[in-house]
Nanobody
Framework: QVQLVESGGGSVQAGGSLRLSCAAS???????MAWFRQAPGKERDMVAR???????EYPDSTKGRFTIPKDSAKNTLFLEMNNLKPEDSGMYYC??????????????????WGQGTQVTVSQ
């Protein structure tokens, strides 16, 4: 059983940076892991994904601004966010699944979730 705990959210001005952490308990080596964002009244969207080999995938909205490194020794996934925009505001969730990452972009593609951490970006 995998448990995920996010931290690192907060308030930042547009153009600023934040680093979110997702501490995992249980085996996640070989897992597909991702970060999702959900704004009030909107769907939960993937903002970054990392497969078991370290290959990453980003939607156009975050490409070039977000990265998703992982510290395997600490079993911790990160989301490094730069040049933040107000539209980046929302609840950020860490997700994991034991299956291969290929085309896994929907919330229903992931079995394990954290409780979320709030990010607010102001003008």
């Amino acid at each position: 059983q995998v448990q995920l705990v996010e931290s690192g959210g907060g308030s930042v001005q547009a153009g600023g940076s934040l680093r979110l952490s997702c501490a995992a308990s249980g085996k996640t080596a070989g897992y597909c892991m991702a970060w999702f964002r959900q704004a009030p009244g909107k769907e939960r969207d993937m903002v970054a994904r990392r497969d078991a080999l370290g290959r990453t995938e980003y939607p156009d909205s975050t490409k070039g601004r977000f990265t998703i490194p992982k510290d395997s020794a600490k079993n911790t996934l990160f989301l490094e966010m730069n040049n933040l925009k107000p539209e980046d505001s929302g609840m950020y969730y860490c997700a994991a699944d034991a299956r291969v990452c290929y085309q896994r972009e929907r919330p229903s593609d992931y079995n394990y979730w954290g409780q979320g951490t709030q990010v607010t970006v102001s003008q």
